[in-house]
């Protein structure tokens, strides 16, 4: 009980300093008190606004957590940009040289995703080989690093959904 009271002392204490209209958001402010975000709330602020000393408005933020899957993906490209890479590489590519060189799961999904946006084709020899001065940006890599740069904020990668 003594982390709340002493966590209400803070948030009237802050309260006091801001001017009217401005907002305090939880989460950095029990950071800050190093207090737990639940014994902030419903130690501090309920009570505070049960005794009308603050205003609550409860605040939804979004965040995003990227898999390991995704971290792989923004450090050494996308599964299609690799394909891409190897075949560009190699000038053909057999399947099988192509699984052997980036594994099976990223060969598979790569060569698909590749094929489907016409970055890679099957030749007549059934290799694979890239349309010549072709240069795709690796978007799906840019936005994962985007993210994780922002700390799993959608809103602070830029990314548009």
């Not at 207090?35 to 419903?42: C, I, K, M, N, T």
């Not at 130690?43 to 603050?54: D, T």
């Amino acid at each position: 009980m003594a982390g709340a009271v002493d966590a209400r002392a803070a948030v009237v204490s802050r309260a006091q300093v801001l001017a009217d209209g401005t907002s305090l958001e939880s989460a950095p402010l029990a950071a800050e008190l190093g207090v737990e975000h639940s014994v902030l709330v419903d130690g501090a602020l309920k009570a505070l606004s049960a005794a009308e000393r603050i205003v609550l408005e409860p605040v939804t933020h979004s965040r995003w957590n990227v898999s390991e899957e995704g971290q792989s993906y923004a450090k050494e490209g996308s599964p299609e940009m690799r394909v891409f890479e190897a075949v560009r590489a190699a000038g053909k590519l057999s399947t099988d040289a192509l699984r052997n060189a980036l594994g099976g799961a990223i060969a598979s999904r790569g060569q698909q995703q590749a094929l489907r946006r016409k970055w890679i084709a099957f030749g007549a020899d059934k290799s694979l080989s890239v349309k010549e001065g072709l240069q795709p940006l690796d978007e799906i890599a840019s936005a994962l690093r985007a993210l994780v740069s922002a700390s799993g904020d959608p809103r602070r990668s830029r990314l548009i959904f």
